[in-house]
């Protein structure tokens, strides 16, 4: 067949979808209830502001992604003297001590992932914003791949942990965390609420046929 399919929504069809446990309701129901009759979460057409909190989120993130990556990671100090390290200097320590393949994993799981997390949620917001057509199932593909990454961008705030727990040797050496750290791990999860604050059905509301 040659003619396009139309595509029917839920939002169309006038049907919610229980944000919680998948529940389908209809429109003119949840209007009267205004909870799911299963779970008993609230429900919505749309996340509410879902693209407002998410542009805010979002802001947020690249503000705190530029301190997280230019203040130091952790404090060593050793024999009274003390030394900063941010995550590309630990980068290229591993680098020149011929530790690439674990300079690799943090330079992709510090750097490199959150910033492509941010660029593809910049991507999404103004895709719908622009009420483009485009690629839909590409974009919600893009859109589940950052939220199932978000997590595992935790790494370098995991290693500064675990070698704050195991190094203090008293005034021999011990390792504290430092700002970026802070920074860092707000970053982490503010692009997590990001992805989650953003409605992923918005990416179809305009697409009419499928191609």
């Known amino acids: 067949m040659n003619a396009a399919r139309q595509l029917q929504t839920g939002q169309a069809a006038q049907l919610l979808n229980c944000h919680c446990c998948g529940q389908l309701a209809p429109a003119a129901q949840s209007a009267a209830h205004k909870h799911c009759r299963r779970c008993g979460a609230a429900l919505?057409?749309?996340?509410?502001?879902?693209?407002?909190?998410?542009?805010?989120?979002?802001?947020?993130?690249?503000?705190f992604y530029i301190p997280a990556n230019l203040m130091p990671m952790m404090v060593t100090t050793a024999l009274g003297s003390a030394e900063g390290d941010t995550i590309m200097q630990g980068i290229i320590y591993f680098l020149q001590s011929g530790d690439w393949p674990i300079a690799a994993v943090i330079f992709t799981a510090s750097i490199l992932v959150p910033l492509l997390k941010m660029i593809a949620l910049l991507y999404l917001l103004i895709s719908v914003q622009r009420q483009s057509t485009k690629r839909p199932t590409e974009r919600t593909k893009i859109y589940r791949a950052v939220e199932f990454v978000g997590r595992w961008s935790m790494?370098?705030?995991?290693?500064?942990?675990?070698?704050?727990a195991l190094v203090q040797l008293g005034n021999l050496a011990t390792i504290v965390a430092d700002t970026g750290a802070i920074f860092f791990c707000a970053v982490v999860i503010i692009t997590m609420l990001a992805a989650e604050s953003f409605d992923p059905r918005l990416i179809w509301d305009n697409c009419k046929t499928d191609e």
């Open 44 to 63: 919505h057409m749309r996340h509410p502001d879902s693209l407002n909190r998410t542009w805010a989120l979002l802001i947020a993130a690249m503000i």
């Open 155 to 164: 790494l370098d705030v995991f290693v500064v942990t675990i070698m704050v």
